[in-house]
């Protein structure tokens, strides 16, 4: 996500770091603050660890990083640094068919174990993919936000019903929404990522009427779905099936937080805001 603040007179990107590992807290740190500090353990000013979130039970982690957007040469300097690695560009970094992050896994049979083959794969960037280094993707595109509701149920197929009523691509569905359904603690755990776009589809409505924020980055106007409209779509479909909902989480920031969070940071030269403010262990 592009970002600008008048005080700083910077233009900042949000990087959300996706890990399969969220059980062991000091690789899990380790790991955030290779962001913030160079191969002598000097602290970069220009970078900052806004949020972790680790899920303990799926072994993953997401780490919010945000950075002037000149200094963001990801996937590049991830193949330099780590050789071996193997990437795949999505969205806007995938140029010129800016492709989703979506498109490009069922292109490789991400979810298929019988099907993902990765001596068949040939990277954007890197080498082959092997055991030691899997697959990464490296993608840009306006902000995405995490938000996740959990219902009260072991009903997987219910669940993956109800998420796909919720997708942006279903009919009647929220605009920018991609919904998954897994299995979580006893319950299931209905993943959302919230995608911001720069319309809206009814141009004689504003976007707060409908469940929708807007919010401004560069002079340009972008929306996104609230928390609070994908809470009660998901908790009106539960009820319909006879299933109540226990609770939403929000992993990280809105937009407006993160560019707060992010101007403060960078402003004060805070490079692990996260211990600032805690970061959520599941």
């Excluded at 807290?25 to 949020?51: F, H, M, S, Y």
Aim: aromatic share 8%; net charge positive; charged share 20%.
């Amino acid at each position: 996500m592009k970002m600008a603040s008048g005080r700083t007179g910077i233009r900042l990107a949000a990087c959300l770091l996706n890990i399969s590992e969220g059980r062991r807290r000091n690789v899990v740190e380790k790991i955030a603050k290779a962001a913030v500090c160079d191969d002598n353990g000097r602290k970069r000013p220009q970078a900052t660890v806004l949020n972790i979130f680790s899920d303990y039970d799926y072994n993953r982690s997401v780490i919010t990083i945000a950075a002037p957007v000149d200094r963001l040469d990801v996937a590049e300097t991830l193949a330099v640094h780590a050789p071996g690695c193997s990437i795949f560009l999505f969205g806007h970094a995938d140029l010129p068919w800016k492709q989703s992050l979506v498109q490009r896994r069922k292109q490789m049979g991400w979810f298929d174990r019988k099907a993902f083959k990765a001596a068949s794969i040939v990277p954007d960037i890197g080498s082959a993919p092997t055991l030691r280094y899997g697959l990464t993707g490296v993608g840009a595109s306006p902000y995405v936000m995490n938000c996740n509701v959990t219902v009260d149920t072991q009903d997987l197929a219910t669940a993956k019903d109800i998420a796909g009523s919720v997708r942006g691509s279903a009919a009647g569905g929220l605009k920018g929404l991609q919904a998954m359904a897994f299995p979580h603690k006893g319950q299931i755990e209905i993943a959302c990522n919230v995608e911001s776009f720069d319309h809206c589809d009814d141009p004689l409505a504003t976007c707060d009427e409908m469940g929708y924020v807007s919010y401004r980055v560069l002079g340009k106007t972008y929306s996104y779905v609230s928390p609070q409209l994908i809470e009660t779509s998901i908790k009106k479909l539960a009820r319909a099936r006879g299933i109540k909902t226990v609770g939403t989480a929000l992993v990280g920031f809105t937009p407006e937080e993160c560019m707060h969070c992010a101007t403060y940071a960078l402003t004060h030269g805070v490079g692990e805001f996260w211990r600032m403010r805690g970061g959520v262990f599941m």
